[in-house]
């Protein structure tokens, strides 16, 4: 196996990537010959960079009977390649003052580092040669898949939320991938062999199926041309047919009772929605973030205050709705009902869905409607003091099959959102053949 290190020391010292001056930030988007997208937001605040490459391909293109494939091959890929011993680069990174680390979604698969600006050399090399010559073998498939296993079992089946939370997103996907487990289904991880993983890797793992997005202390044209050297001359492939996750648009209410050991009663709803990609109207995306916030954004909120404050029915409410997806997605309630007052899990589900309804009858104010987008959109200001989450946004947005060149205009979308839209939008998407519900409950235990 070839060693790296002076490679990395010759690349430090050939790649001077340190900012002359400071000056505002500015972003740049290139193609690479090879298809690969190059995108670099240069700041220069701060002496570090934030490199981050996604792999259009998740656990939404797996096959059925191969759930936890993309996650798998995430894994492997830190297990060496023609210039990396298994687990080297982490340590070349730590090394050099840097981090790196990996995750897999639905529709996609991210690894990221950050390194000192004079070391973005090393971490293309390292990102380019995983790429291209990943070394995937049974033996270390064996032990690798011990490793998921007991991941799963710790993040999934020994966590009563996560378990309860698994097969209700399993039975809101009727007629789409979205809703096996990106980890894997147990069975399917025992039958997993390293001729898949090979196979996942040399359908996806193409320069014209990636994007590169660099943050930080850099320079443009600096960055192109390291791009260029490292990841130019791998070759683009044909790739295979990726589809979009869609859902039937009104599958009928569904419903789910489990019990779990050391599980606090809990009520989990999902609505199956459209994302900003899957959208049929621009106002859509925008209108349902808007809702989610003004129904359990913060304390004022309308659940919060009647069901939590006033009631005194649950003594924690939330709700979750990601736009920013290629697929279709759920718009969740989740509550941890207070039993003494509320007596069943079925009282507190109808009481939140007649709260919604009174967002159907009438439209809200417009004074809560402008508090819940200030509050969006100052998080979404201080989400851009952080170069990471700059960078995440940015691959984020790519691989749903947007831009973020668009940013802006979906914002003046969201700004000219009006309380109308927020009572349509209710009436059309929390409908009762759009739910799902799950009713979590404690395991009863059989007494002596």
């Known amino acids: 196996m070839k060693r790296l290190i002076a490679g990395l020391v010759l690349g430090i010292a050939l790649q001077p990537l340190l900012a002359c001056a400071t000056r505002a930030p500015s972003t740049h988007e290139f193609i690479l010959d090879n298809g690969l997208k190059l995108i670099v937001h240069q700041d220069n605040r701060a002496s570090l960079v934030h490199t981050h490459l996604w792999y259009r391909s998740g656990s939404n293109q797996e ?32 090394h050099l003052g840097g981090s790196e680390n990996a995750t897999t979604e639905h529709d996609a698969t991210l690894y990221f580092q950050t390194t000192p600006p004079h070391a973005l050399a090393v971490s293309f090399e390292m990102l380019a040669d995983q790429m291209s010559t990943s070394h ?18 710790e993040v999934v089946d020994n966590n009563p939320v996560q378990r309860a939370r698994e097969l209700l997103h399993r039975l809101a996907h009727p007629a789409s991938p979205q809703g ?4 894997g289904w147990l069975h399917d991880l025992e039958r997993l062999h390293i001729d898949d993983l090979k196979r996942w890797y040399q ?8 994007i590169l997005v660099v943050a930080g202390d850099v320079q443009a044209e600096q960055v192109k041309a390291l791009a260029d050297r490292y990841f130019g001359p791998i070759p683009r492939r044909a790739l295979p047919v990726r589809t979009v996750a869609r859902e039937l648009a009104a599958p009928g209410e569904r419903s789910i009772t489990q019990y779990i050991a050391h599980q606090p009663a809990m009520l989990y709803m999902a609505f199956n929605v459209p994302s900003q990609n899957t959208q049929t109207a621009p106002h859509i995306a925008p209108a349902l973030e808007l809702l989610s916030e003004m129904l359990a954004g913060g304390d004022s909120s309308l659940l919060k205050s009647q069901l939590w404050r006033s009631e005194g029915l649950v003594t924690a409410i939330t709700t979750h709705y990601n736009a920013i997806s290629r697929g279709d997605e759920l718009f969740n309630i989740s509550a941890m009902p207070d039993m ?3 007596k069943s899990l079925e009282a507190v589900k109808e009481r939140i869905i007649g709260i919604i309804d009174t967002l159907k009858k009438n439209p809200p104010a417009l004074e809560d409607l402008e508090r819940a987008r200030t509050r969006i959109i100052a998080r979404r200001v201080f989400d851009r003091d952080e170069l990471f989450n700059q960078a995440s946004r940015m691959g984020e947005l790519e691989v749903a099959g947007l831009s973020w060149q668009d940013e802006q205009a979906r914002l003046d979308v969201f700004k000219s ?8 939008t209710a009436q059309t998407f929390l409908s009762r053949d759009r739910l799902t519900t799950s009713y979590a409950l404690p395991e009863e235990v059989p007494h002596d």
């Open 63 to 94: 096959e059925p009977g191969k759930s936890g494939l993309a996650h798998a091959v995430e894994h492997m890929q830190f297990n060496g390649s023609s210039k990396l011993c298994p687990g080297e680069s982490d340590q070349i990174l730590q």
């Open 136 to 153: 995937l073998t049974q033996a270390q498939w064996m032990g690798e898949r011990e490793v998921i296993k007991s991941e799963r079992s």
């Open 180 to 183: 096996s487990p990106i980890i």
């Open 203 to 210: 359908q996806w793992y193409a320069p014209n199926n990636a």
């Open 340 to 342: 003494e007052k509320a």
């Open 417 to 424: 959102i009006t309380p109308q839209d927020i009572q349509h």
